[in-house]
């Protein structure tokens, strides 16, 4: 590796200012004692007092262990305040935690070697007032962010550099090391190739003040290391994670017990608050700060500093996604009475995923009496499940908690378009949580072939993105199935074989209702909240056109003439048909020209059909508008009566309107007729 490759890393890490802002307190669960903070100055370099925040519960305690953060910011630049999220967590746990101001290059016009410098006396500082602060002198963790993991590590990893007005004989090594995306590598290691671009290469002796690698902690690996994690994502390009697994392969092979723990398509700073109004964005960085925070929490429990599970709320695993609580479902279920309803196409509807949640709901409260209700249709889009969520679910009383998935019928069967994606799913979430407010909803995003080639691209899912995008709006858990797979895939966990294909086999079940019932576990974990409370439902929606009163109106009263609200003469028609659409009336016509009408309210109307080989072309009019035309045969179509549903009209004024349809003159050139057959009109 030449020298201008490896000074990229520096570089980009002296550039890099992490941010500084504090999260919601909705990541983590409430705190046994109100925490508070306290100032004390730690050092003084000329007339720069260095200071220390310093959280607790506010309880008079002795021998407890003590976390203190380094911010990042390249030596440059950055704020303390960074990690005064991570160090009220901790505090609500008992422990003593501690921000530090360090000097730095834009404040101080110093070096990164008088940054160690201050850490190491951050370090001694808290072991010298042990006693006062009621702290454990030998159970110290030094912990920060890119260069302030790196200068955390130095604590430990780096010998001299101390203070020369400080008491040498008390020791600033911590007793553990906690480390967020650290630069640990800053000159060539000899074994070890890595290229890094060279473009923005700057003068590395210049920013370190002494030679980089007397200051680079994989270079001064021994065997003597305190305890070490490394939170880092896969996605960095300013610290690559290839430096830190390297330098956790030879802490580890030096008898050190060290470990990197890594997030998928995280970029640097990960952890930190994410600025602006990109909500999606916002939802992922407060993701991976519960993560982090809860395997820290994890891992001072293995070094017996913590007692108990963490009380962070979080599924630690990627692409499960724990939005807000999930208590108001399992007070309910404590109760002894509860209502479980599935709501999706073929997937829900098959004997998959949705009895083994109901197993394992059963087993959690083996003295509730469920409910559960079953309102997977095969074929059907979120379009369809917005209109027939009254019928199927609603009707069959008070929902306590859903689950839902459409992203596979959206996207093979409807091929909507993201717009469209959302405007059923949010209608479902809205008209769900009007019903009831306090329902629990996990939604999960299936998965077929083409969803993982687009993952293999680099691109993004049109459908199960477009659902992703309303549960975090409306704080809806959820399972982004395809990007799990797809990882384990890549890791060589599982095969598309093995898991079953679209319609999962055992093994792909299996790992669906896992990452649900990760979900509940999460969401039940912890304390529980005093009493049930209402899901908060956003004032704006996504889609201004999403069928948030979407209910199925039968097409009775639309027959007369060459129209029969009848049950079709099944046993003379070719093609396929599925025993739930038989034994019933419905609108139907094959005479092309014949018309009828709907006089209904509302914003939007389709019809939900059987299409056919025989399927026709439907022309409508809305309001004495233009005739329009659409071809209800589908791909599908060719072996099978198939159910869809085709929306003729929306975002239109929320009144009284008539539609009139009548049976085209003109049929899809792979069609055998004309027929047209309405299960019933969808309406919002």
């Not at 950055?78 to 921000?99: I, M, V």
Request: net charge neutral; glycine share 8%.
């Amino acid at each position: 590796m030449t020298r201008l490759a490896l000074l990229f890393i520096v570089s980009s890490v002296c550039l890099s200012a992490t941010r500084a802002q504090s999260l919601t307190s909705a990541s983590t669960a409430p705190h046994s004692h109100e925490v508070q903070s306290t100032e004390s100055i730690y050092k003084t370099v000329g007339n720069v007092p260095l200071k220390l925040q310093i959280f607790t519960n506010g309880q008079q305690t002795k021998n407890r262990p003590a976390v203190v953060f380094f911010f990042g910011g390249g030596w440059r630049a950055g704020s303390p305040s960074q990690f005064e999220p991570h160090c009220r967590y901790l505090a609500s746990r008992g422990l003593l935690a501690a921000t530090a101001d360090y000097r730095v290059a834009s404040r101080h016009s110093v070096t990164a070697d008088a940054c160690v410098e201050d850490a190491k006396s951050a370090v001694r500082w808290l072991r010298q007032n042990a006693s006062r602060l009621g702290i454990d002198p030998h159970r110290i963790c030094a912990a920060g962010g890119s260069a302030g993991g790196h200068i955390a590590c130095c604590t430990a990893a780096i010998s001299g550099l101390e203070a020369s007005d400080e008491d040498q004989s008390v020791s600033s090594r911590p007793n553990a090391l906690a480390l967020f995306n650290p630069a640990l590598m800053l000159a060539p290691l000899e074994g070890f190739e890595f290229e890094f671009p060279a473009d923005r290469s700057t003068s590395l002796a210049r920013r370190t003040g002494v030679p980089p690698a007397d200051i680079s902690p994989i270079h001064h690996i021994r065997a003597d290391l305190p305890p070490t994690i490394i939170f880092h994502g896969e996605a960095d390009t300013t610290v690559p994670i290839a430096t830190v697994k390297e330098y956790e392969r030879r802490a580890t092979a030096a008898g050190n017990a060290c470990e990197v723990v890594s997030y998928a398509n995280a970029p640097h700073g990960f952890f930190n608050a994410a600025k602006g109004n990109n909500a999606a964005r916002r939802d992922q960085s407060d993701q991976w700060y519960r993560r982090t925070v809860y395997r820290l929490d994890t891992f001072l429990n293995r070094l017996g500093w913590l007692h108990g599970p963490p009380t962070v709320r979080v599924v630690d695993r990627d692409f499960v996604y724990l939005r807000g609580r999930l208590t108001n479902s399992q007070r309910k279920f404590a109760s002894g009475t509860g209502h479980v309803a599935f709501l999706g196409g073929s997937i829900t509807e098959m004997e998959g995923y949705r009895p083994m949640v109901c197993q394992w709901l059963k087993k959690q409260f083996p003295d509730t009496d469920f409910q559960f209700t079953n309102a997977g249709i095969a074929s059907t889009c979120s379009h369809t499940g917005a209109f027939r969520l009254e019928r199927d679910v609603l009707s069959h009383g008070t929902v306590d908690l859903l689950f839902v998935e459409f992203a596979v019928n959206d996207d093979q069967d409807a091929a909507h378009s993201a717009k469209d994606c959302i405007a059923g799913m949010e209608g479902i979430i809205r008209r769900v949580r009007r019903h009831n407010p306090e329902a629990d909803i996990v939604m999960t995003h299936f998965v077929n072939p083409g969803m993982l080639k687009t993952l293999e691209q680099g691109e993004r899912i049109k459908s199960a993105s477009a659902h992703e995008d309303t549960a975090v709006h409306y704080g809806v858990s959820s399972v982004f199935l395809p990007k799990v797979l797809s990882r384990m895939i890549e890791r060589q966990q599982m095969t598309w074989k093995q898991f079953g294909g679209t319609h999962p086999g055992p093994v792909g079940n299996q790992l669906a209702a896992d990452c649900a019932t990760a979900v509940l576990q999460a969401g039940w974990s912890g304390r529980q909240a005093a009493a049930s409370a209402a899901h908060p439902l956003p004032a704006d929606l996504l889609n201004d056109d999403a069928f948030t009163t979407g209910r199925l109106v039968s097409g009775k009263d639309s027959a007369g003439g060459e129209w029969s609200y009848s049950e079709p003469d099944w046993a003379t028609l070719p093609g396929g048909k599925r025993s739930r659409y038989l034994s019933r009336p419905l609108l139907h016509c094959t005479t092309p020209g014949a018309a009828t009408s709907l006089d209904w309210s509302g914003t939007a109307v389709g019809v939900f059909v059987l299409a056919g080989p025989d399927a026709g072309q439907l022309e409508f009019r809305i309001d004495d508008g233009p005739w329009q035309t659409r071809d209800l045969y589908h791909r599908f179509s060719r072996g099978l009566h198939y159910p869809r549903t085709v929306i003729l009209g929306s975002g239109l004024p929320d009144r009284e309107h008539r539609l009139e349809i009548r049976v085209g003159q003109e049929k899809h050139t792979g069609s055998k007729g004309h027929a047209i057959r309405i299960l019933d009109f969808a309406v919002n």
